[in-house]
């Protein structure tokens, strides 16, 4: 079930934060995308490459995917199944979406968890990951994007039961085009 897009009033103030998780995705990707070029060009023209390079774009496509579904998660744009929306009303939806985002905010939340508890491991027996750079801080990134997802959804969920919750309007409806959908 698609929750849609969030609300204007759960952005904060100016989207500064919004802008701030563009702008870092955008500077993953290009990095990853000049790095990856480099790489492809040395070892095309020179016969080799760079060491780190291919672990540094091993660890950039992890923090991409994350922090893109965090992004992903501040606009309910997840993949989901949209199957009940045309057959409920507005209610209706609103009751399923908020169990829908409910769910998803309690499976990251658990995800986070166990993300963090695996970080903490990292720390432990302090693993490194290349160049003698400390595995968990590259994996850092898994509970962190796990627990902004769960925190969005959270709202999310909250926001969708109280459209569930609300009293209709008096006259039995809604009036037309208000339908938020």
Not at 27 to 40: E, G, H, K, R
Not at 102 to 120: K, Q
């Amino acid at each position: 079930m698609s929750a849609g897009p969030l609300p204007r009033s759960a952005a904060p103030a100016g989207g500064r934060l919004h802008r701030l998780e563009d702008a870092v995705l955008a500077l993953l990707l290009a990095t990853l995308i000049l790095l990856a070029s480099l790489q492809i060009g040395l070892r095309s023209l020179l016969g080799t490459g760079l060491p780190w390079i291919d672990p540094t774009l091993r660890v950039l496509v992890l923090w991409l995917g994350m922090l893109g579904a965090v992004a992903a998660s501040r606009d309910g744009r997840h993949i989901s199944i949209d199957v009940l929306s045309r057959l409920l009303p507005a209610r209706g939806r609103s009751a399923v979406a908020a169990g829908t985002a409910l769910f998803t905010a309690v499976v990251c939340a658990i995800v986070a968890w166990h993300g963090g508890r695996f970080v903490a491991s990292e720390f432990e027996y302090a693993s490194a990951a290349f160049s003698g750079i400390p595995a968990w801080t590259l994996e850092a990134i898994i509970p962190f994007a796990f627990g902004a997802i769960a925190l969005r959804y959270g709202r999310l969920a909250l926001q969708e039961a109280h459209r569930a919750l609300r009293p209709p309007a008096e006259d039995g409806g809604s009036p037309p085009g208000t339908d938020r959908r």
